[in-house]
């Protein structure tokens, strides 16, 4: 049962470009999270999905940022005309439909905007 | 405001040196605390989690502790090598099993040979 995957591992984007981040969960997992890990900061929590439902946006920047969990595919994290300061390290952790104290995460996006 | 705070941000130690890093969170009315580790460009490995109800769990050199009233977490690491050299993270969960984790900003831990 591969983990979870993330693609790309390094995005590289100038300031005005769009920047899309994949996540692949585990096998049977439907719940998705979203965090952000600025450059000597902890993870922040941005955005909790279900297949096709955004459950929890409270940590989403009102603008540029957007998110999706569709049926089929990955979850995209999707930020419109990127900026310097949105240079961070972006995780996806999984976790199963049922009752589930663990999410599982993946070794992350690291972007870069010049 | 939820937050989690750990000390020291960092640490450095000699090889076999036991060790413990501090968490401390300011709403006690936690479902559950979680130690991960975190290796540089890596993702986040799970050591080990506790549940409200609990006051500690252990995983080989490992052992987390946890008093929900004083808001505080330790993780000891016992004989400590340089493959334990990493950054520490502990993360706290509000809400129920479905709920965002709030992490601190980690400890990060060199154990020179």
């Known amino acids: 049962n591969a983990g979870v995957m993330q693609n790309p591992r390094h995005l590289v984007r100038r300031r005005g470009q769009e920047a899309r981040l994949r996540c692949s969960p585990m096998?049977?997992?439907?719940?998705v999270y979203w965090y952000r890990q600025l450059p000597e900061e902890g993870l922040k929590f941005m955005v909790y999905?279900?297949?096709?439902?955004?459950?929890?946006e409270s940590g989403m920047p009102k603008e540029r940022f957007s998110a999706e969990f569709p049926k089929e595919g990955p979850s995209i994290l999707r930020i419109q005309q990127v900026v310097r300061g949105d240079s961070a390290a972006y995780f996806c952790?999984?976790?199963?439909?049922?009752?589930?104290?663990?999410?599982?995460f993946g070794p992350g996006t690291r972007l870069t905007v010049l | 405001k939820q937050e989690v705070t750990q000390i020291p941000a960092a640490l450095s130690v000699p090889e076999g040196e036991n060790l413990v890093l501090n968490c401390s969170f300011t709403?006690?009315?936690?479902?559950?605390l979680q130690w991960f580790r975190q290796d540089p460009g890596k993702g986040l490995t799970s050591l080990l989690l506790?549940?409200?109800?609990?006051r500690e769990q252990t995983s080989g050199r490992l052992n987390a502790s946890l008093d929900k009233s004083s808001g505080r977490s330790t993780l000891y690491i016992a004989a400590s090598q340089p493959g334990d050299s990493a950054t520490y993270l502990c993360?706290?969960?509000?809400?129920?099993?479905?709920?965002?984790?709030?992490f601190g900003k980690g400890t990060k831990l060199s154990v020179k040979p």
């Open positions: 096998k049977g997992h439907s719940h």
């Open positions: 993360a706290v969960q509000y809400g129920g099993s479905q709920g965002n984790l709030i």
């Open positions: 999905l279900q297949k096709e439902n955004i459950i929890d």
């Open positions: 506790i549940q409200s109800s609990q």
């Open positions: 709403d006690s009315a936690i479902y559950n």
């Open positions: 952790a999984s976790s199963p439909p049922a009752f589930s104290d663990t999410q599982y």
